[in-house]
């Protein structure tokens, strides 16, 4: 490891052990999570949390307590007794940006199907996990189970070239175990975790010099996992948690974080190959 990547890593474990903690996760969807103890139930909500987590924060929020809400206590309960036309009446006045209620009511739908054949979300990915070969390959084959044959605002598939934030965000959820992420999913290897990048963490990465690509797309967003496993290769989503909340959150600066990061990138790129 280089002088710079030590410099580096130390000073993002020192924001893992200062910030990785429970009480700053809110406001964020993931805080919905904890409802649920249940690893049957809390995966639904992650994929319906995530699934809705694009625009603004609060908004966000508001429309996953919405949907959440309304399927109550245990959501695979609900999606085994009731099916998407059943979800169609419940959210008929649903809206969320590019999202409706029939595209709420077909992530359901295709919940129950998935849940039925692979017996839960996370049965679905192990099995697709010894079929592809890759964590990235297992995430395109649940999605296109869950869209079945129909594109949903809701749902994005890895293998067109989409960051596809939101599903990988899920992943850091359902497959890391630490005070932040729940996890549930133990059979799948946190270390074939890709970074969920959004506009916020692209920002952070070019900071960081780990990328020059100018589209936060799947390739850049493989290309800061593979710098950030140069830090930490058992887990290279370790530190997203942590220096997501600077922006966020009114009590942590988004450009004193990024001031740092580019006073410890003078030194040059991490090479990623």
Not at 5 to 24: A, D, H, P, T, V
Not at 243 to 260: K, P, V
Request: contains cysteine; proline residues 4%.
């Amino acid at each position: 490891m280089t002088p710079r990547q030590k410099s580096l890593g130390l000073y993002l474990e020192e924001l893992y052990e200062r910030c990785n903690r429970r009480e700053l996760v809110s406001p964020d969807p993931l805080q919905f999570l904890y409802r649920y103890e249940a690893p049957e139930d809390r995966e639904i909500a992650a994929l319906v949390a995530s699934s809705l987590a694009y625009g603004r924060v609060a908004t966000i929020l508001k429309s996953v307590g919405v949907v959440l809400g309304a399927i109550g206590a245990s959501p695979r309960t609900a999606v085994e007794r009731y099916g998407e036309e059943h979800w169609r009446g419940v959210f008929a006045a649903f809206r969320h940006r590019f999202t409706d209620g029939a595209d709420v009511a077909a992530l359901l739908g295709g919940v129950r199907r998935v849940v039925s054949r692979w017996g839960s979300l996370g049965g679905c990915m192990l099995a697709a996990r010894r079929e592809c070969g890759s964590l990235a390959g297992a995430l395109d084959f649940l999605i296109a189970a869950l869209e079945n044959g129909r594109p949903n605002s809701l749902l994005c598939r890895p293998q067109r070239g989409s960051a596809c934030k939101r599903h990988f965000l899920m992943l850091r959820w359902l497959v890391r175990r630490d005070e932040v992420d729940p996890g549930g999913w133990d059979g799948l290897d946190p270390a074939e975790l890709i970074v969920p990048l959004d506009t916020h963490m692209y920002a952070v990465c070019r900071s960081l010099r780990f990328t020059k690509r100018r589209a936060a797309d799947l390739k850049t967003a493989q290309e800061v996992t593979r710098a950030f496993a140069r830090l930490s290769p058992r887990d290279p989503v370790r530190y997203d948690f942590v220096l997501t909340r600077f922006g966020i959150r009114a009590d942590m600066e988004q450009e004193a974080l990024l001031a740092e990061c580019r006073a410890r990138s003078t030194t040059g790129r991490i090479e990623t190959e």
